[in-house]
């Protein structure tokens, strides 16, 4: 069964980094599309960035400048590197790998910006 798991999560201040792991195993991870999505207390999952299996990344606008999408496929390993953090980026950290039909979800990892 696939197993992706999140990693890196915690508590930092405003104008602090993290950087988010997620491990996967059981999947064929260079042919799989990767993503990170967040979802905030009270509001929608949304999308956070993705990487192709290609390398090709998309961000979201609220994160472009800030955080860095990358993968390691020698690991099946992608990686979030979120720089400047706000409060607003205050979330429950979700990892997804997606080729075609099939999409698999990582349980998430909390990341919270507080003073």
């Known amino acids: 069964q696939v197993q992706l798991v999140e990693s890196g999560g915690g508590l930092v201040q405003p104008g602090g980094s993290l950087r988010l792991s997620c491990a996967a195993s059981r999947i064929t991870f260079s042919s799989y599309a990767m993503g990170w999505y967040r979802q905030a207390p009270g509001k929608q999952r949304e999308l956070v960035a993705t990487i192709s299996s290609g390398g090709n990344t998309d961000y979201a606008d609220s994160v472009k400048g800030r955080f860095t999408i990358s993968r390691d496929n020698a690991k099946n390993t992608v990686y979030l590197q979120m720089n400047s953090l706000k409060p607003e980026d205050t979330a429950l950290y979700y990892c997804?790998?997606?080729?075609?039909?099939?999409?698999?979800w990582g349980p998430g990892t909390q990341v919270t910006v507080s003073s």
């Open positions: 997804n790998a997606r080729l075609s039909r099939l999409n698999h």
